[in-house]
């Protein structure tokens, strides 16, 4: 299903052109792997639909997937989030890999009041049926998450790994040590292991989440990376810090906020 209010679906619009509007617009198209745009670059035609539109007073927050279809026959698809959350309420569009990418993405969005969300499926079936994982996910973001049993997954880890220090903005991040090692990982695990809005100076308060990534390395042997993503900044504006361990991490978020 095309939603209407969609300008992503033009019929004749050639499948370059599409990609190259989407990769364009999005503010994290330099995360996407190389070998995906690469692979993208070749596709002989696409399709585009609303995958789920969440709304609130406040928050609006919509996904959409696109679909490829490549020479060998095979079918690859983007993942686009849109949402007002930015500055200003500005319309803002991310792109990602994987549905489960998408997913976390949309549960780091401010979490809207708790009445008043309207919220439908592609389909058209309740959200509540099929897409209540984002609403829990959001509430997490209210109360520290429990510790759970890790599950490693062999996903691109290593390109994973490059992703998150890439996007480091502290400049006491890991340095070339650590990532010459996390080239060799070949899966992991990502836990939410803080979030919270608390007080920061001037009176507003900011948005803080702690995510540890953690990678299982050729040797047998583990690093994580703890990845404060948080809101304290002059304008608002989102900004990730990574550190090489938790303790680090938390002392960071309490030398720009009050959280305890």
Known sequence: ?????????DPFETTETHLERLLGRALNSFDLPDSLIERLESA?????????????ASLHRTTY??????PDGAALSLWELVHNSGRDGAEQHELYAEEAEVRLAA??????????WTAEQADGTPADENNDD???????LARPIPAQPRMYVPDNSADHARRVLRRAENADRP??????????????HITQAFGRQCPVDGGRDAGFTLYEHQFLLLDGSEVSLWEVEHTATPDGRHMCEVYEDERTAREAMESRSRVR
């Not at 002989?44 to 609130?56: D, F, K, P, V």
């Not at 549960?107 to 008043?116: N, W």
């Not at 650590?178 to 899966?187: E, I, K, P, Y």
């Open 175 to 188: 340095g070339e040590a650590t990532a010459r090692r996390l080239r060799l990982a070949f899966a992991h």
């Open 107 to 116: 549960s780091r969005l401010p979490a809207g009041p708790s009445l008043g």
């Open 44 to 56: 002989l035609a696409h399709s585009s639909a609303l995958y789920s539109s969440h709304h609130s």
């Open 1 to 9: 299903m095309n939603d209407p209010r969609d300008h992503s679906h």
């Open 65 to 70: 997937r696109h679909t490829y279809l490549l």
């Open 134 to 140: 984002l609403e829990l996910l959001s509430a997490l």
